[in-house]
């Protein structure tokens, strides 16, 4: 089984940044590819960004690319969202996930474990 804890959400201005981490446990984290998602009230998870194992490879939404930095250290066991130049609109509660299926990785349903979510409130 995997573990994944988030934490860094928070309240912040618009145009300003957040940092957010989750912590993985229960297998060998290198091996594992990592995504984080965002649901907001009322809306579909979409995706958000995805990183492979190893880290040598990324995907993003077009809806935050340029601003959102997705990053993994495996020694730690942990995955890391950088978020800038935030703006309203990415207000949500962000999910990190963890791969079981193959798939597109930015299909929900190729991830098998998913963290409890920590929210992000962006004021204007």
């Known amino acids: 089984q995997v573990q994944l804890v988030e934490s860094g959400g928070g309240l912040v201005q618009a145009g300003g940044s957040l940092r957010l981490s989750c912590a993985a446990s229960?297998?060998?984290?290198?091996?594992?590819?990592m995504a984080w998602f965002r649901q907001a009230p009322g809306q579909e998870r979409e995706f958000v960004a995805a990183?492979?194992?190893?880290?040598?490879?990324?995907r993003y939404a077009d809806s935050v690319k340029g601003r959102f930095a997705i990053s993994r250290d495996n020694a730690k066991n942990t995955v890391y969202l950088q978020m800038n130049s935030l703006a309203p609109e990415d207000a949500a509660v962000y999910y990190c996930?963890?791969?079981?299926?193959?798939?597109?990785?930015?299909?929900?349903?190729?991830?098998?474990?998913w963290g409890q979510g920590t929210q992000v409130t962006v004021s204007s």
């Open positions: 229960g297998r060998t984290f290198s091996s594992i590819d």
């Open positions: 996930a963890a791969r079981a299926t193959s798939g597109a990785p930015y299909r929900p349903e190729v991830y098998g474990y």
């Open positions: 990183i492979i194992s190893s880290g040598g490879s990324t």
